[in-house]
């Protein structure tokens, strides 16, 4: 921070940017059925996150929510409201149970950027937030805004639980006259492992821990993702194939089948992409048009300078292709996908 503040003050014409990643600033569980009447709208909430807000504040944003909901089915009764799109926030809802609604709202990634006069400008960054959260890091906002995929694999599970304890195995490794006592911490990022081996008679506290993961953790990830692009590289020049000039995305509703060449890496808790965000913005833009409509349709956009960005929604199957075709019109492209489905899905029937 300080040394934000001494560029800033270098020159009238000095220009300083901060990014802000997104940041949760609440999640709460109501239910309207629990305090219908004026006078127990807080019975009607169940769980609210952060709890150190104020009752009043609570109340009054659970309640713009319930109106948000209640306003939409207007609209659209069978439907209710899944999400809401301002300049500063998102607010997202889902009802698991009838009645019982569970909201979270996010605050949109903020540039600030210094104006001519010394004063701070805020800009929101209000279509970076997607329909799904696993293509982020585990931890977006980390010292100097740097953004990695690490995380322990022995040790503790979450830095920011204050109570997270600091456990690992104790291993022993046999040295010239006796055996020595250490602890073993596994530190993982993308698919690189890395272990680190210290004196069992140094206590690793929550501190060190955290040290040790912003350290290692940017580097680690800078390094997976060179081996894993050097790999493909190699991989490329060895193979005899061209390589193809589509990427898509599969899925079938009825029975959760998928299949992706889009992303490079997958876990249940991070999934990593292989094109460019603002491709990855049109999907999930087509696929939010597609949950407004039950009959089967598609899409095709041109994104950019060569690319093609193609969703197809059929019997509740759902295709996203992205094409980098060079001067393609739309019959071409539209050939492209058909021999696509040919080689990929020759056993499922898309409408056309």
Request: hydrophobic share 40%.
């Amino acid at each position: 921070m300080a040394a934000a503040a001494a560029g800033a003050g270098s020159g009238p014409w000095a220009a300083q940017e901060k990014q802000f990643p997104p940041a949760l600033l609440s999640f709460f569980i109501y239910n309207p059925r629990f305090g219908p009447r004026e006078g127990q709208e807080e019975n009607k909430i169940l769980f609210y996150h952060p709890n150190e807000v104020e009752k009043n504040e609570k109340i009054r944003n659970v309640g713009l929510c319930e109106a948000i909901v209640q306003f939409t089915r207007t609209f659209s009764p069978s439907k209710p409201a899944k999400s809401l799109h301002t300049q500063k926030n998102r607010q997202f809802f889902n009802e698991p149970e009838e009645n019982f609604w569970m909201v979270m709202v996010v605050r949109n990634p903020i540039i600030e950027k210094q104006s001519k006069d010394g004063k701070p400008v805020i800009e929101y960054q209000e279509e970076e937030l997607l329909l799904a959260g696993r293509d982020s890091p585990i931890r977006a906002e980390m010292p100097g805004n740097l953004q990695h995929y690490g995380r322990f694999l022995t040790g503790p599970l979450n830095l920011n639980d204050p109570d997270a304890k600091c456990r690992f195995p104790k291993i022993f490794v046999n040295t010239d006259d006796t055996y020595e006592e250490l602890h073993l911490i596994v530190y993982k990022a993308m698919s690189a492992a890395v272990c680190f081996m210290i004196d069992a008679s140094v206590h690793p506290t929550l501190d060190f821990c955290r040290r040790l993961d912003s350290i290692v953790g940017p580097q680690l990830t800078v390094l997976a993702s060179d081996i894993c692009e050097q790999f493909n590289i190699n991989k490329r020049m060895s193979g005899s194939e061209k390589e193809p000039q589509f990427k898509f995305i599969y899925f079938n509703h009825m029975n959760l089948a998928e299949k992706s060449t889009v992303h490079m890496r997958k876990t249940p808790s991070v999934s990593l992409t292989s094109v460019h965000p603002d491709l990855m913005k049109i999907l999930g833009d087509i696929n939010s048009d597609f949950t407004r409509v039950d009959e089967d349709e598609e899409i095709i956009v041109k994104a950019m300078s060569d690319y093609w960005v193609v969703g197809k929604k059929s019997d509740r199957r759902e295709l996203y292709v992205i094409l980098n075709q060079k001067n393609a019109n739309l019959i071409e492209v539209n050939e492209e996908v058909k021999k696509l489905c040919a080689t990929q899905f020759n056993n499922i029937f898309f409408l056309d």
